[in-house]
């Protein structure tokens, strides 16, 4: 994955709603959601939804199919396993560095 698109898409989820519509979409898997049912769950105008998920969209984190009258949105999950995957590809110079739970959680 290049650069500009890890930026692109970090930027993208750099919004408050933009995040919360993106974990949705997640939460959901493959059978994506329509902006209506979108809509019902965050509360927020038609106008508004539409311009973040075109950011998304445009940052290739979320899909757009057409099915019948609606459009149905989907977390494109290959997109954000290669973000992370480039956020974490020498990681550590590829030495364990993942912290167990009760270390984290004391502080150590």
Same mark, same amino acid.
Request: aromatic share 6%.
């Given at each position: 994955?290049?650069?500009?698109?890890?930026?692109?898409?970090?930027?993208?989820?750099?919004?408050?709603?933009?995040l919360?519509?993106?974990?949705?979409?997640?939460?959901?898997?493959?059978q994506g959601?329509t902006p209506?049912?979108?809509?019902?769950?965050?509360?927020?105008p038609p106008?508004t939804?539409s311009?973040?998920?075109?950011?998304?969209v445009?940052?290739?984190?979320?899909?757009?199919?057409?099915?019948?009258?609606?459009?149905?949105?989907?977390?494109?999950?290959?997109?954000?396993?290669a973000?992370?995957?480039?956020l974490?590809?020498? /990681? /550590?110079?590829?030495?364990? /560095?993942?912290?167990?739970?009760?270390?984290a959680?004391?502080?150590?």
């Open positions: 994955m290049e650069e500009q698109d890890v930026i692109k898409g970090l930027a993208a989820l750099a919004q408050p709603l933009r919360q519509v993106f974990r949705a979409l997640v939460v959901v898997g493959e959601l209506g049912a979108m809509n019902d769950a965050l509360g927020v106008a939804l311009f973040h998920l075109k950011e998304l445009s940052a290739g984190l979320v899909t757009q199919e057409r099915a019948s009258r609606h459009l149905i949105y989907r977390a494109n999950f290959e997109r954000m396993n973000v992370l995957g480039y974490t590809q020498n /990681c /550590c110079q590829g030495a364990a /560095c993942a912290v167990d739970a009760t270390a959680s004391c502080g150590c």
